[in-house]
């Protein structure tokens, strides 16, 4: 971390940034290249829930802006899992003078580093062969550490008017890595499914909901879920205690989707208990509710004289 980080006042005549960015995207650009956590590499750890705090945004807010400047903007990389972000353009602008101290401080940073995919993103635009060596060196290290053999290396040269470029490629991630990732990715989407539907029909999304949403997405599926919530809103009940209620219901009859909870009640259909019945379709154990038999009171009556 350093005491200051310097921005070029050519930034703001950017095209990207003039035409495409809009006041939200240009503060957060700048609190990308600037906030405390930046290192001299431009990779470094910075998780969602402090991006929010100092910026003053949700953490929903800072995803989809994490979202639109990789995916849209092409302009970082972001790893939800060792919590890292690199800026692709940082050795463009940087590096420029380098000595001892630098050299030193450099190699702390990269030794830092848990994604090696996020140093390649970086390297593309180092235009300082000495750096892209250190970077390179990391790189080999993490790679050989993680899956047990030498890295290879490609390198091509082009050379410009202005700086010259050299391009690094390596093969990136396994594909069990891969599809961990899509998998989370998957999961996040199907959970901002159950929430939308938490929003509309029962109210705002708290801490406590959200871990609430998270435990019941893995329980059941959003067709059920929707079915709790369509069933307590008849009912003029639509709270989360009572979709809860519901839900349990049906976990402890193991109905876990809607195809479970058709296939329960055409097998329960006819049935002469009728209270069971009812409670799986509406939501209510109405058992609790039967009025005891006089065997029952009778019963009560003899406990309550001995």
Not at 56 to 77: A, H, P, Q, T, W
Not at 112 to 121: A, E, H, Q, W
């Amino acid at each position: 971390m350093a005491i200051f980080r310097q921005v070029e006042v050519a930034f703001w005549k950017d095209d990207k940034v003039m035409l495409e960015m809009t006041p939200e995207d240009k503060l957060f650009f700048l609190y990308l290249m600037t906030n405390p956590n930046t290192t001299q590499i431009g990779v470094y750890n910075l998780n969602t829930m402090q991006m929010a705090f100092e910026l003053g945004y949700s953490n929903e807010s800072v995803k989809s802006l994490l979202d639109r400047f990789e995916n849209d903007y092409k302009l970082i990389k972001y790893n939800y899992k060792t919590k890292e972000v690199a800026i692709k353009n940082w050795g463009r602008y940087n590096f420029r003078k380098l000595g001892k101290p630098m050299i030193d401080c450099i190699k702390k940073d990269l030794g830092l580093v848990k994604d090696t995919s996020l140093l390649k993103f970086v390297i593309k635009a180092i235009t300082r062969v000495e750096v892209i060596e250190l970077f390179n060196e990391r790189i080999g290290e993490i790679f050989e550490k993680d899956n047990g053999r030498q890295v290879y290396k490609c390198i091509n040269e082009a050379i410009d008017d202005r700086y010259q470029k050299i391009e690094k490629i390596f093969t990136i991630r396994g594909q069990e890595e891969e599809k961990e990732e899509e998998q989370e990715k998957e999961e996040y989407i199907e959970r901002e499914e159950y929430k939308k539907l938490f929003e509309e029909n029962i109210g705002k999304v708290n801490g406590v909901i959200e871990e609430w949403i998270t435990y019941i997405s893995q329980e059941i599926d959003i067709h059920l879920f929707k079915k709790a919530i369509e069933i307590a809103s008849n009912k003029d009940k639509c709270s989360k205690v009572y979709v809860n209620g519901i839900i349990n219901q049906w976990i402890n009859l193991n109905i876990k989707t809607i195809k479970d909870l058709e296939i329960y009640l055409s097998k329960n259909r006819g049935n002469t208990n009728g209270f069971k019945y009812a409670g799986v379709l509406q939501g209510e154990n109405e058992q609790i509710y039967k009025k005891p038999s006089e065997e029952q009171l009778r019963r009560a009556e003899e406990l309550l004289i001995s």
